[in-house]
């Protein structure tokens, strides 16, 4: 599974947000964390693609398959509660 955060440097909450899939991803042993970085051409054209409208943006996906999308800062429960309902789901 993979976690992709979607960041901005002027945005307040991504660098807390970017903490925590980091923090998540280091606890367990299948999950891939990726930044996209909007203040590129790259990871702008990305996020448009997938429909980002409001950062911070946490999406789970399997396979290159959106499975979940969190918009906003999450708490450090949540975002453990999402990934473990989807690790169930995907057994």
Known sequence: ?????????ACSG???AVELGWKLSESVD?????????????GLAH????GIK??????????DVEQ?????LPKA???QEV???LKALNK
């Open 68 to 72: 979940k999308r969190i918009v906003g």
């Open 30 to 42: 299948d999950l891939l964390l990726e930044t996209v970085k909007l203040e590129n051409k790259a």
């Open 54 to 63: 409001t950062i911070p943006s946490l999406i789970f996906y399997r396979d």
């Open 14 to 16: 991504c660098g807390p």
């Open 1 to 9: 599974m993979t976690l992709r955060i979607f960041t901005h440097p």
């Open 83 to 85: 990934y473990e309902e």
């Open 77 to 79: 429960e949540f975002l």
């Open 47 to 50: 996020a448009q693609k997938v």
